[in-house]
Structures are given as C-alpha cells and as structure tokens.
C-alpha cells in the first residue's frame, strides 16, 4: 500500500549544514521529536554504499516515529532500503521512469518551478509536486527564478482543482515568514491550500532542531485553524450590523479588557484615555522584555509605526510574534508606511512576521502597503480626495493579508475580504487634532478584545484571534466617530482642544439610542 504522507512539517536534510559538534542522526531525532511529519534524504555527492547505510539508519530513526522517508533523485537507494519513495528533480529521472522502476505503491515527489512543469507532473501521476524557489535561499544553487508567494500562488491556481496531487513549497521559509507564505500561497478559487512547507536550514541549521520543528508546526496549525473561523454574527443587513456594534461596545466596561498599546509618543496619552473613557485598561509596554510575560495577559495588542525607533521595532516583531502565538488580536496601524523608504522597510519586515487581525490606515498608508500610487502622502496625512475605487482597494488588500482592512478617511470602508461597508459617520474636527486615526486603532483593538472574549466558546475551533474582527472594527470605529459628532455639538466645546476632551468625554457615555440614530453605516 502507499504510505499516506502528511506533508505539513517537510524536512529536507543536508548534513552539511549542521551546526559544529551536532551529529546528524541525533539533529534528525530531535527534529521528528519536535514534529517533523516527512523526510527527504538529501544527498548530492555521497557513493551509493555509504548512501544506502546513510539512508538506512534514517529510515531506522523515522520509523520509530512513524514518519515517511523519501530519498532524493537515487530510485535504487529507495528500493534498496524500502523507503516511502522518492523525489525527483527536473534533470533527475522523468516521473514515467520513476514511476517504471517504483511501481503504483510508491510516492513520487516532483520539483515543479514553474506551471508548465507544475501541470506535467500532475498530469504524470506525480503524489505531490515540491514548488519553488519561493525565497532566496543559501542552500542550493536555484536556477529557477525566485518566484515569491504570488509565482507559487499562481502555480496552485493552475493545478486541476479535481486532482488528488499534493502541494508543498521551499526555498528560504523560516518561521519568521511561514504565516506569510501560508497567507500568501493558499488559492481561494480554486480552494487549494499548500499540503505542507519544506525547509532545509531552518530545521538542519538550527541548534536546537527540535524547537525549530515545534515552532514551524505550531504555526501551520494554528494558520489551519484559523481556516475553520464560523462567524457567529448575527444576519448581515445594516441593523444587524448596528446591533451587534453595540453589543461589543456595551460588553467593554463588563469583560475590561487590557489592551496593550505600542503607540507613539505624539499621541499616546489621548490613546491610554482613549482606552479609559471606553472601559478597559491601556498598557503601553513597548520594550521587547516586557514581551513575553505580559502577552497571556492581554485583550489585544495595537502596533502603531507612527515614531517607530530600531528598538521599539524589536519589540513589535516580539509582541506580535506572542500575540499570534497567544491567538490575542493583533491590531496594526501603519502610520505613514508610505512616507519613507525605512517606513515602507519595516512595515514589510512586520508583516513577515506576524499575522495581523486588523490593518488600519488613511487612504495613503493602505494604498502604499497595496502598492498603489494613486494617492500621495504627506507626511503622516493623506493627500487629495482618496481612490476612486476605494471598496476595491480595501477588499484586496484584505484577501491579498488574510485580515480585517480599515481604510479611514471622510467615508471609512472596513472589508473582510468579502463583505465591505462604509461608514459616513465623524466630523471635521477630528482632521484638526493630532492622532485622530491612532485613537481609532485604540478602539478597534477594544472592540476586537471584547469580541475574542465575547465569542470564545461559541469558536471551538479557534483562529488565530477569536470573534468576528469585521464586525469589532465596525464597533470601534462607529464608537469613535459619534462621540465626535456628539462632542461637536456640545456648547463647551469652542475648537479643536475642548473639543479633544469633549470627544473623550463622550466615548465614556455612549449609549444604544445614539448609536443607532446617528451610525451611518451602508452595505457596499
Ligand atoms: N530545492 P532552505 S530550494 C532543496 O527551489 C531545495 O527546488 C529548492 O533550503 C527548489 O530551506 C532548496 O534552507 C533549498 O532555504 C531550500
Ligand atoms: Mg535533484
């Protein structure tokens, strides 16, 4: 029978990158004990007798953990040690031989770099096709392109939706961007998701392989579980919508979240108030020993660029890494991402490393995480009058990130990647004082806590933050905006300073009958 592959945790070897003083069979040990579910023997100058013993007491080791073992391109090694199968490469022996000489009872793997070479094998009755290079890596000489997330993504797309092959990608995958590639390679057409990642120096580098292993296999599981979110909102029409707002909204003062905040020194004070006037409790931890200790404890965690320093950034990358971990929401304000190129740099390098739940930004700071120039910054603010299709933008986004989008202007537009709504709610005065929008992060990551905490039970299956975050940023920006069209109104308020703390005043007395007759909220 043909041994049935996990593919999730791929581990191929090379021994010649262990690190000094580690013995390549204890490395492997420690590897499968971490969670490695198959393994490729690598070996590109070893002679075939010392291959087939090298390829023996592997098999020995995988087979006290119940693990598959595949060997690379020699077929006679394979069928001497009677392993699970083979994989071969493009100048290795064609799937048709190798499927000659191994018969139906094998796997056969196949090194796919393009689609072409992708749909050969799949119509060649290859088991999986090993796709790649997706990153720049040091451990082979790639010939392939590197073709990043979308090459990979594409080649997904073009397989047979019908056909049983399997799909894993390598080159360059660490745990640092596995979310990233998970994210960025799965296709919703076609609803094929990656069987599994393949790495070499990650795992056979590393010192400690079996927490390299466990980390890598974490990770992929926790990214499966998130697949399986069911939404527990309500109907989705307008007053559904308004109605479960509230709902999260009233929660806060009862559940009183901790909503760590990484803000920046403008305008953290108004954000910690913020925080307060909402009901819940702000932390501003934002140094990296704070990380580890304080993230079981927290609702949600907001990561705002807006003075980010080379220090503060460790601690985001941390923060955030804990924060997907701990399944905690993880609320990312890029606060002029497209001002400078260090700015663009570390938002790039942020989101390699975490998951956010929430993306929130001003037209400028979505369209430069998109790539789109269609509007300029200045600055921190966003110039001219915003994209001409901006349900568009924030839907693509939201389905290129796998999160909740926020675009924040005179309309606001939230997306889910599926579901997009406009919010025509605020006033003026907010575009007078500084920190407006970072405030409006602050009250997204409360509504998300609440809403985490609010539908745990209901979410048995998890994700990688609980609740519906589509409809907490709905929460958190509606909660914002009438307390400012209530503040404006207000006889003490006389310019944009009173009106600062009359906004604040009226964030800490909202209630049902406000918030629906004033939300302005349309289904797009
Ligand atoms: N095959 P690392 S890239 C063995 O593109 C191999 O087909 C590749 O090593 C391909 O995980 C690669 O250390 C090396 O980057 C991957
Ligand atoms: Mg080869």
């Known amino acids: 029978m043909k041994t049935e592959i996990d593919y999730s945790v791929y581990l191929v070897t090379a021994r010649g990158l262990l690190p000094e003083g580690k013995d390549y069979l204890e490395s492997l040990e420690e590897s499968l004990q971490g969670g490695v579910t198959v393994v490729q023997l690598r070996e590109k100058t070893t002679d075939t007798g010392e291959f087939i013993q090298v390829a023996q007491s592997t098999k020995d080791i995988c087979d006290k953990y119940n693990v598959p073992l595949l060997i690379n391109d020699r077929i006679d090694v394979a069928l001497a040690i009677d392993c699970a199968g083979v994989h071969v490469g493009q100048s290795d022996a064609p799937l048709s031989i190798a499927r000659k000489l191994l018969g139906d009872e094998k796997v056969i793997g196949v090194s796919a770099g393009n689609i072409e070479q992708a749909i050969n094998a799949q119509n060649g009755g290859a088991d999986y096709i090993g796709i790649g290079a997706v990153y720049g890596t040091q451990t082979k000489d790639v010939t392939n392109k590197i073709m990043g997330t979308p090459g990979a993504r594409s080649i ?36 094929r998701y990656l069987d599994g990642v393949a790495v070499v120096s990650e ?18 599981k926790s990214f499966r579980e998130s697949e399986k979110i069911k939404y527990h909102s309500a109907s989705y029409d307008v007053d559904s919508i308004v109605q479960e707002a509230w709902r999260i909204i009233n929660a806060i003062p009862e559940q009183h979240p901790l909503i760590q905040q990484m803000a920046n020194i403008v305008t953290a004070n108004d954000q910690a108030n913020a925080t307060l006037a909402l009901g819940a409790s702000p932390v501003m931890a934002a140094v990296v020993g704070d990380q580890k200790d304080l993230n079981p404890h927290i609702g949600a965690l907001l990561i705002n ?30 606060v002029a991402l497209g001002a400078t190129s ?126 519906d975050h589509f409809m907490a940023a709905i929460a958190g920006v509606l909660a914002l905006e009438i307390a400012a069209e ?39």
């Open 486 to 524: 209530i503040a404006s109104k207000r006889d003490d308020v006389r310019g944009p300073n009173t009106f600062r703390s009359a906004w604040i005043d009226e964030m800490s007395k909202l209630n049902e009958i406000n918030l629906k007759k004033l939300s302005c909220v349309t289904l797009t």
């Open 342 to 467: 260090f700015r663009k740099q570390t938002g790039q390098e942020l989101l390699n490393h975490w998951a956010p739940t929430v993306i929130k930004g001003n037209a400028a700071e979505i369209g430069a995480l998109s790539g789109l120039t269609e509007v300029a910054t200045k600055g921190v603010d966003s110039v001219g009058p915003g994209f001409k299709n901006p349900v568009t933008v924030v839907k693509s986004l939201a389905n290129r990130e796998r999160c909740i989008v926020v675009m924040t202007g005179k309309d606001d537009y939230i997306s889910d990647g599926e579901r997009t709504v406009k919010i025509s709610n605020g006033h003026s005065l907010l575009g007078q004082i500084t920190g407006s929008g970072c405030v409006t992060g602050t009250a997204i990551a409360t509504c998300c806590a609440v809403s985490s905490m609010t539908t745990e039970d209901m979410n048995e299956d998890g994700k990688l933050s609980r609740g």
């Open 203 to 220: 795992i056979v580098s590393s010192k400690n392989p079996r927490e390299a292993a466990s980390n890598l296999s974490h990770l992929i």
């Open 305 to 334: 660029m807006g003075t980010v320093s080379e220090e503060q950034k460790q601690a985001m990358l941390v923060g955030g890494r804990y924060s997907n971990l701990n399944k905690k929401p993880l609320i990312f304000d890029p």
């Open 156 to 191: 997904l797309a073009a397989l047979d939706p019908q056909s049983p092959i399997k799909t894993v990608v390598i080159g360059g995958i660490k745990s640092e961007n596995l979310l990233r590639v998970l994210n960025g390679v799965h296709e919703k057409d076609t609803k």
